[in-house]
């Protein structure tokens, strides 16, 4: 059975783009066909697993504007197994682009059924908002992960993100579910982190994934490198915590 799962938050910086690929890369290194989806105007996950956006020949753009085959858009990874859609700049201009065009929510997800099946699991890395591509990622989901920053104001917007999540389960996509919720760049040496944690334990209950994700300067390190993490340094603590958050998704299924 594979999987299509958007990893969202309009929030920046809350670690989508890092869960994305790491998360990715640990899954396919526990064996699993994954597919990263970017779709994300500022392409870091497509720079993160070490294209170099300048060779690209098709990006998401053409697939979802310009309905070129998704096949014809997947490159490989260094990793094996671990396939990825890219994006490049050219799709900051989607969002006005996609407003008149017909069925433009159901784009993304008329693309993907046409490669979901060669996947275990097809990683959507959301862009920072709550705008046309972030619906078309939610309409061809199955689920949602949604990465919190460990942080002030952690809760802050979710139930923005919430609101979506529910229209596009009215209107769009019935089926879509929460997969899960994914503490990030937890700081263990402040209260801080632990109150948010309570926080959102309060809000999402048993949704809270029990790996936690620790600010490790090695995940910030590794996409300069164009590497995921169990590449770039597989001793780390980082590079740790994301195999077992693969584990634990894997688990859930
Ligand atoms: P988003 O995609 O939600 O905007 P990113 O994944 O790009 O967030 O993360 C924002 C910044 O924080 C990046 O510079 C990233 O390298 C860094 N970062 C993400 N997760 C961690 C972590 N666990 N520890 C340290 N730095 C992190
Ligand atoms: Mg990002």
Known sequence: MSKIIAITNQK???????????L?????????KVLLVDIDPQ?????GVGINKADVVHCIYDVIIND????DAICK??????????ATIQLAGAEIELVPTISREIRLKKSLQLVKHLYDYVLIDCPPSLGILTVNSLTAADSVIIPIQCEYYALEGLSQLLNTVRLVQKHLNTNLQIEGVLLTMLDARTNLGIQVIEEVKKYFQ??????????NVRLSEAPSHGKP??????KSKGAEVYLELAKEVISID
Request: no cysteine; hydrophobic share 30%.
């Open 12 to 22: 920046g910086g809350v670690g989508k783009t890092t869960t994305s690929i790491n």
């Open 24 to 32: 990715g890369a640990s899954l396919a290194t526990l064996g699993k």
């Open 43 to 47: 392409g870091n996950t497509t720079s």
């Open 68 to 71: 070129v085959h998704p096949k």
């Open 77 to 86: 990874s260094e990793i094996d197994n671990l396939d990825i859609i890219p």
């Open 206 to 215: 048993e949704k809270v994934y029990q790996t936690i994700i620790p600010r």
């Open 229 to 234: 993490i169990i590449t770039y340094d597989a």
